[in-house]
């Protein structure tokens, strides 16, 4: 049976399933002022951005993330799907109210939206971040998975049932007009607001941090907190746990990001290319640990990565990542394809495969010089990493790193 068959046998169920739960649960979404960010990547940095801005001007916020659900001060971290089914949305929700919170933050993924996971939520507003290609194995095609981001903000503008519906879209992003036509479906209680990147100041490097600042921004603006509010919790935001997240800064940086796309991976490196106040860029080298995901997901990116890689790092690690089923050793074979050949190589690229990812962590830093950066994306905050069988194996990146470096005496 084909993906898409599958999906579409299993629609009326997902639908009913959402149905079922907001009736449940009384409808908690009509009782609270609930936002939904969605894009290809800093949806999360986004919901927290936010979130910080809300809770500076004494708001009481609850938020589902890919890294946690949090309802007012009960904050639990967690890992794996960052829109769930089975009622737990209305539950959050439900949660929510109960606890007088004045803001929910739902991050909303693609996958979500096919499953009818937005469904029966009465959204106050859209976020519009970006859209780059993932998840094209899964819904078909980048015009299937561009449609079911856009497939959100038609239905806050059909079957939302509050008063006043907002979204918020990059206009630097080339898909803008999509989302501006699907936010256009909704009537007259619709409002559109369109932002660019700001130059606001924050502790968070890389330029795509910009947009994701200015998304916030321009939210928070509109339901009513004021510039001098919002540039308080801007100073004071430290960032988000596994995205350009800094365990170390000397004698050397290792950094750890979520980086799972071409996209977010290049901006990554090209963000700690410029970022070290030590050194010029020809004195120090980025070291760099990746992999990509197995369980036939998104094959086409791997010579990608090896690509990208081979332009801004000096050593390369190919390590294990989630293979799910796949052979993992295929799949880093399948990276280092796309890394140049010696003879059409700019300048040498040392490669290594290990597939223990603790010892491709140790190897990486036990290369570093001062003035080096080690990077280690593909995981960021993640707590398992799947293997074959459903089968997870307990994990973190963060810790790798600092186990090795007490084993190290750094």
């Given at each position: 049976m084909t993906r898409k068959l599958l999906r579409k046998l299993l629609s009326p169920y997902h639908f009913a399933l959402s149905l079922l739960g907001a009736i449940l649960y009384r409808h908690p979404s009509r009782k609270i002022s609930v936002i939904g960010v969605t894009g290809t990547k800093g949806k999360t940095t986004v919901i927290e951005l936010i979130n910080a801005g809300l809770e500076e001007a004494g708001k009481k916020t609850a938020i589902m993330s890919s890294i946690r659900r949090k309802v007012d001060a009960k904050d639990v971290m967690q890992s794996?799907?960052?829109?769930?089914?089975?009622?737990?949305?209305?539950?959050?929700?439900?949660?929510a109210v109960k606890a007088k919170c004045d803001y929910a933050l739902i991050e909303v993924t693609s996958e979500g939206v096919t499953q009818y996971r937005?469904?029966?939520?009465?959204?106050?507003?859209?976020?519009?971040?970006?859209?780059?290609?993932?998840?094209?194995?899964?819904?078909?095609?980048?015009?299937?998975?561009?449609?079911?981001?856009?497939?959100?903000?038609?239905?806050?503008?059909?079957?939302?049932k509050k008063g006043q519906k907002y979204f918020f879209i990059n206009?630097?992003?080339?898909?803008?007009?999509?989302?501006?036509?699907?936010?256009?479906?909704?009537?007259?209680?619709?409002?559109?607001?369109?932002?660019?990147?700001?130059?606001?100041?924050?502790?968070?490097?890389?330029?795509?941090?910009k947009w994701n600042l200015c998304a916030a921004e321009v939210v928070l603006k509109t339901f009513g907190i004021s510039p001098k509010i919002i540039e308080s919790a801007f100073a004071k935001f430290t960032g988000v746990p596994g995205r350009m997240e800094y365990v170390s800064r000397k004698p050397f940086e290792i950094v750890v990001d979520y980086a799972h796309t071409p996209d977010s991976l290049e901006a990554v490196y090209k963000a700690l290319s410029s970022n070290?106040?030590?050194?010029?860029?020809?004195?120090?080298?980025l070291i760099c640990i990746l992999g990509s995901a197995g369980g036939g997901r998104d094959k086409w990116k791997r010579p990608k990565f090896g690509e990208i890689a081979s332009r801004y790092c000096k050593e390369i690690i190919l390590t294990d990542e989630?293979?799910?089923?796949?052979?993992?050793?295929?799949?880093?074979?399948?990276?280092?394809s796309g890394l140049p050949s010696e003879a059409s190589a700019k300048e040498k690229i040392s490669v290594h495969k290990i597939l223990d990812r603790r010892d491709a962590i140790k190897w990486a830093i036990n290369s570093a010089q001062p003035g080096d950066t080690v990077v280690i994306t593909g995981k960021g905050s993640e707590k398992s990493i799947h293997v074959a069988r459903g089968k997870k194996i307990t994990w973190s990146d963060r810790d790798a790193v600092m186990d090795v470096l007490v084993e190290m005496g750094l």
């Open positions: 794996g799907n960052s829109m769930p089914g089975r009622f737990a949305i209305q539950k959050f929700l439900f949660d937005h469904r029966n939520i009465d959204f106050d507003a859209g976020v519009f971040i970006n859209l780059h290609p993932e998840h094209i194995e899964s819904h078909g095609s980048f015009e299937k998975y561009r449609k079911a981001k856009t497939d959100f903000f038609g239905y806050i503008g059909k079957h939302s206009q630097d992003d080339k898909n803008a007009l999509f989302f501006v036509e699907a936010a256009d479906k909704g009537g007259k209680n619709s409002n559109k607001v369109m932002f660019r990147k700001t130059d606001l100041k924050s502790n968070m490097v890389g330029e795509f941090n070290s106040y030590v050194l010029s860029p020809q004195e120090r080298k989630d293979p799910y089923d796949e052979n993992p050793y295929q799949i880093l074979k399948e990276i280092e």
